[in-house]
Nanobody, 119 residues
Framework: QVQLVESGGGLVQAGGSLRLSCAAS????????MAWYRQAPGKQRELVAD???????NYAESVKGRFFISRDNAKNTVYLQMNSLKSEDTAVYYC?????????????WGQGTQVTVSS
């Protein structure tokens, strides 16, 4: 069973920064994609950023230029550096890991960490 443990959430003022961490219970090389999603109250869960095994990354338009995803393979950890935070970034942030299969991918989720941005 894969475990993903997020940390680093909290309360921050608008314009501030936070760094989220996601520690995996096994080598992150075993996952094709690692990602951060978020879900605000009353809204659907949305992709924030993802990073592939080869290092390519993608970002939601709303966070481009402010958020940066990275990985430390030696620590089996993925990070999300969040800068210039806005009130609309307030959400529960979830770590996600995916193994791409021919029929049905293996998908794992962390328990989530709350990020609250005060204006």
């Amino acid at each position: 069973q894969v475990q993903l443990v997020e940390s680093g959430g909290g309360l921050v003022q608008a314009g501030g920064s936070l760094r989220l961490s996601c520690a995996a219970s096994r080598s992150i090389f075993s996952f094709n994609v690692m990602a951060w999603y978020r879900q605000a109250p009353g809204k659907q869960r949305e992709l924030v950023a993802d990073i592939r095994t080869g290092g390519n990354s993608n970002y939601a338009e709303s966070v481009k230029g402010r958020f940066f995803i990275s990985r430390d393979n030696a620590k089996n950890t993925v990070y999300l550096q969040m800068n210039s935070l806005k009130s609309e970034d307030t959400a529960v942030y979830y770590c996600n890991a995916r193994v791409v299969r021919s029929i049905l991918d293996d998908v794992y989720w962390g328990q989530g960490t709350q990020v609250t941005v005060s204006s």
